[in-house]
């Protein structure tokens, strides 16, 4: 019975930190896989259920994603048009740091927001 009741009090800490919201709106400064170009915008993030809401806007292109995690890390699934990709953003201090690349991509993307 201790062995359940202790696992129980451990996923209920793990699933805690999910319940952290990083919404808000914040200004991106990024560069594209490959070439290394770089680029600004902002990103919108919104809660949406147990997800989030994702939507970027980069010289008047929106993209929009999904993302998991919870006020330090944050696992996002997204669209560009026809092109989908991946992230991975933590949080570091007070700024999001990420890297993101298209499906397919061999090479990786950075980006950081701030508030």
Known sequence: MKK???AA???AGLAMPAWADPSGTYSVKGTNPGDGSSYDGTVKISKSGDTFKVVWT???DTSTGTAVGNDDLLS?????GDKPGVGLY???E???K???SYLGQTDLGTEVWTQ
């Not at 996002?76 to 560009?80: A, E, L, P, Q, T």
């Open 94 to 96: 007070g700024k999001w």
């Open 90 to 92: 933590v949080k570091e």
């Open 98 to 100: 990420g890297i993101w």
């Open 9 to 11: 009090l451990l996923l």
């Open 4 to 6: 359940i009741i202790c």
């Open 58 to 60: 980069i010289n008047g």
């Open 76 to 80: 996002i699934g997204y669209s560009s």
